[in-house]
């Protein structure tokens, strides 16, 4: 056992309670689906309060092969594609029924129930270790492994229901910035949607691409599979912009492939500079980004295309703004092609008719866009900071390192 604070005990999960085995009521019943009594499964387990799900079973199913737990009650899945990457637990805050992916244990009652939830999701890493392969790719975690699980908690109940305290309340200010962050999206869909009514559209120029590249502006299609091979991607070196890393009109360098300088200066008719727009002409034809000056420097990447604007007609990003809109994605799906997959190409994109109100009232937009995005930017670097202060604090509460 590992040694644990004073006034702390080691418990083996087995012995933390009464343990429950779930089912399924006969799905081809009516009368025992459709009732009041929340069903869940490995499917519908995924917030950490146990409230509702979108399966209810009425009375008579909850004693047609399912088990109803009290509230209180922890619920874990045994078995389940999910059990590949987490494990997912949570509290019972009402009565519920559950299937036989999942397993239940009822604390006791020196035991707080939602202190244990805690626990457990703390040793996920432990717990994810001991899973197997039930077959077909599902998950397994055997229950007389998680059984021995060890779980240290504070022998009195009170300094349990303390800690519990602490990390709820982390919990809702997580919550609370999330519903924030929802907000702020909507806002900003609810702000692109009015932008694009048809009665605004209708006094605006509606020039094509190929228009706008009057000039020395120009399409360049990434470079093809015979000039960049795979074996040429390296860990270090240029970013090479894909389809996949463009979201929400920006490149993510998140998971971006690279190549070496000396094939970067290969391919340097390729380069990016800022204020290119870079969209994927494959497959999601909705994807398009302006280049920022952080990107200088990368590359387009095989199955992309570089548009370089020569106008005073139209901003870089009130193109890429008007392209994932419906009026330009109906035309681009109208001229894509290809059987399998859909393709564009640059004469598809020369054809592509934009609308283009007074510049003025592009920058105003932009601006108000970039306004938002920074918003948002904000309150999701908030959840992020939240979440690691509640992992931290987490580790040390429930190891007894830090004492309440």
């Known amino acids: 056992m590992r040694d644990v604070p004073e006034g702390w005990r080691q418990v083996q999960l087995k012995d933390c309670g009464t343990w429950w085995s779930g089912g399924t009521p006969d799905t081809e019943e009516p009368r025992f689906w459709g009732g009041d009594i929340p069903w869940i499964s490995a499917a ?19 004693m047609a092969g399912t088990k109803v737990v009290e509230p209180g009650t922890v619920l874990f899945i045994v078995r389940g594609m999910s059990l590949k990457k987490e494990f997912r637990v949570g509290v019972a805050r009402g009565r519920v029924a559950f299937g036989q992916d999942c397993k239940a244990l009822l604390p006791h009652t020196s035991i707080d129930g939602t202190f244990l939830g805690h626990a457990l999701k703390a040793r996920e890493r432990n717990i994810l270790a001991m899973v197997d392969e039930a077959g077909h790719g599902t998950g397994r975690l055997p229950t007389d492994l998680m059984g021995r699980l060890e779980i240290a908690m504070p022998a009195d109940l009170a300094e349990q229901r303390r800690i519990v305290e602490i990390l709820d309340a982390l919990d809702e200010q997580i919550a609370s910035a999330n519903r924030e962050l929802a907000k702020r999206r909507e806002v900003g869909a609810g702000f692109v949607a009015n932008i694009f009514k048809a009665d605004f559209r209708s006094s605006w120029q509606n020039p094509t691409v190929g228009a706008l590249l009057e000039g020395s502006g120009t399409i360049q299609i990434g470079p093809f599979g015979s000039q960049l091979h795979s074996y040429e991607y390296t860990s270090e070196g240029i970013p ?21 300088t000396r094939k970067a200066r ?4 390729h380069l990016l500079v800022p204020g290119d727009l870079i969209i994927g002409r494959r497959g999601d034809l909705s994807r398009c980004a302006v280049v920022r000056t952080e990107n200088e420097g990368w590359l387009c990447g095989t199955g992309c295309l570089r548009i370089r604007l020569d106008s005073k007609r139209v901003l870089p990003e009130w193109l890429a703004l008007a392209y994932t809109q419906d009026y330009c994605q109906r035309q681009i799906s109208a001229m894509a092609v290809g059987s399998t997959m859909p393709n564009i190409n640059s004469g598809i994109i020369k054809a592509l008719r934009v609308p283009a109100p007074p510049m003025e009232m592009q920058r105003k937009a932009i601006s108000a866009l970039d306004a938002q995005r920074d918003g948002l930017s904000a309150a999701e670097l908030k959840i992020s900071q939240l979440i690691r202060i509640k992992q931290g604090l987490s580790e040390d509460l429930l190891s007894g390192r830090v004492r309440v």
């Open 44 to 62: 519908s387990l995924k917030d950490f309060r146990i409230t509702d799900s979108d399966r209810r079973v009425t009375r008579a199913g909850s």
């Open 240 to 260: 090479v912009v894909m389809p996949q890393d463009i979201i929400d009109r920006s490149i993510s360098p998140d998971k971006i492939a690279r190549v070496s």
């Open 266 to 269: 290969e391919l340097a008719r």
